[in-house]
T-cell receptor, first 115, second 112 residues
Framework: SQKIEQNSEALNIQEGKTATLTCNYT??????LQWYRQDPGRGPVFLLL?????KEKRKERLKVTFDTTLKQSLFHITASQPADSATYLC??????????????FGKGTKLSVIP | EPEVTQTPSHQVTQMGQEVILRCVPI?????FYWYRQILGQKVEFLVS????????KSEIFDDQFSVERPDGSNFTLKIRSTKLEDSAMYFC??????????FGDGTRLSIL
């Protein structure tokens, strides 16, 4: 069966440290993978996209890796701040015809950065 | 920065009634999507829409659901006869071809 799993439901980390979130999947062949941030009562906010032929992407304090052999993506936030506290969602993009892609989401990891 | 806007932010409806959720996607985007998130659960795909027709739909998107782009700016989701289990946050998203999907802040639908 197809599964997408994010390693933990909740992660607490000290301010200034690097947070590492994991996304594993089975029986999918995604065209690309995206990471989103979701705050309570709000919609997902796009952070980073990484394609199947890319190993690593960076944006400011964020870094994502994508290993299609291991079927795993790692999402890192360096020098974490309390404002980074949110739920982070991994989403696989599956081609659904005519250039559109349906996103299959993980349950998310709730990150709390402690001052 | 351009954004996806959704109205209303909260909709309360009696079971069996019809409801229409509205979205204004980002103006130069051509691909449109609806997702839902039941409280405490993950975001689930409902339907994708391109060139005035449905590209893909999930098992959730049964005959009670329909989508429409009635003019050049709006994208709507209609639920014909609502059920209690339709209570959820409904998110609209839009994108350019092969580019990230950008989401609105959702409509909270409560069925009584």
């Amino acid at each position: 069966s197809q599964k997408i799993e994010q390693n933990s439901e909740a992660l607490n980390i000290q301010e200034g440290k690097t947070a590492t979130l994991t996304c594993n999947y089975t029986n999918y062949s995604p065209a690309y993978l995206q990471w989103y941030r979701q705050d309570p009562g709000r919609g997902p906010v796009f952070l980073l996209l990484i394609r199947e032929n890319e190993k690593e992407k960076r944006k400011e304090r964020l870094k994502v890796t994508f290993d299609t052999t291991l079927k795993q993506s790692l999402f890192h936030i360096t020098a974490s701040q309390p404002a980074d506290s949110a739920t982070y969602l991994c989403a696989l993009a599956l081609h659904s015809g005519a250039g559109s892609y349906q996103l299959t989401f993980g349950k998310g990891t709730k990150l709390s950065v402690i001052p | 920065e351009p954004e996806v806007t959704q109205t209303p932010s909260h909709q309360v409806t009696q079971m069996g009634q019809e409801v229409i959720l509205r979205c204004v996607p980002i103006s130069n985007h051509l691909y449109f999507y609806w997702y839902r998130q039941i409280l405490g659960q993950k975001v689930e795909f409902l339907v994708s829409f391109y060139n005035n027709e449905i590209s893909e739909k999930s098992e959730i998107f049964d005959d009670q659901f329909s989508v429409e782009r009635p003019d050049g700016s709006n994208f709507t989701l209609k639920i014909r006869s609502t059920k209690l289990e339709d209570s959820a946050m409904y998110f609209c998203a839009s994108s350019e071809a092969g580019q990230p999907q950008h989401f609105g802040d959702g409509t909270r639908l409560s069925i009584l």
